[in-house]
């Protein structure tokens, strides 16, 4: 079985819920700008509309485009009240991301803070429990210490999406021992086999994993 055929074969099926999506992911390409693949994209558009968030927070927002997905999942749902925080290292990324949240009268859903992400989280003094979304695509050695850090304030059934988690193969490939790979292998094990978390692992895109807190 050839992978590369399957993806392009699943992506090749995908119907856009808006058709910006695919103006964003054809210019993310051509600048080699990394973002979530379609398929990844539409994975999260449907748990969006399945968990019906009223609080996303997301680990490396980006220009926004992973986002989108969740926004375009809620609006056609017609459902409002809810509010995204987008968090970032870079102050370009944020100013393109307004920029297109506004052209497209989206702003008002959206906090873009710039800074680490996991220590905004820690600073925005969330309550216990009071998460239903939460989208990891920050560091990949920094998952876990994620995980530890968001599961208190994420409900019970809330999510979590962390994207890259199989990082072109390499995790399943003994000689590979590099930081980033050894870190994500501790991460999916960890997801499996904690008792608190439901969680599964699919191998689309660069691989995503769901995660559930029961
Ligand atoms: C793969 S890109 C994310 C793209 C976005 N999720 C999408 O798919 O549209 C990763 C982004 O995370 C940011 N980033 C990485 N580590 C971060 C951290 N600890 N805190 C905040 N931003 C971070 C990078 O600046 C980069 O823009």
Known sequence: MDCRF???YIESLLRYPHPLLEELYTLAKKEKFPVIEPSVGQL??????????????????GFGYSLLWSIFALLEEDIHDFQIYAVDFQEKNKKRALKIFKQLKVESYVSYLIGDAPT????????????????FDHEKQNYSESLDLVLPYLRRGGIIIADDILWKGKVGIPEEKNIRVSSLRFFNKEILQRKDLVSFICPLGDGVAVIMKK
Do not use: A, H, M
Not at 44 to 61: A, D, H, M, N, R
Not at 120 to 135: A, R, V, Y
């Open 6 to 8: 399957i993806q392009k």
């Open 44 to 61: 999260i558009y449907f748990f969006t509309k399945l968990v019906k968030p009223k609080i996303i927070f997301e680990f490396g927002s």
């Open 120 to 135: 905004i989280f820690s600073q925005l003094g969330f309550k216990k429990e009071s998460i239903d979304l939460i989208l």
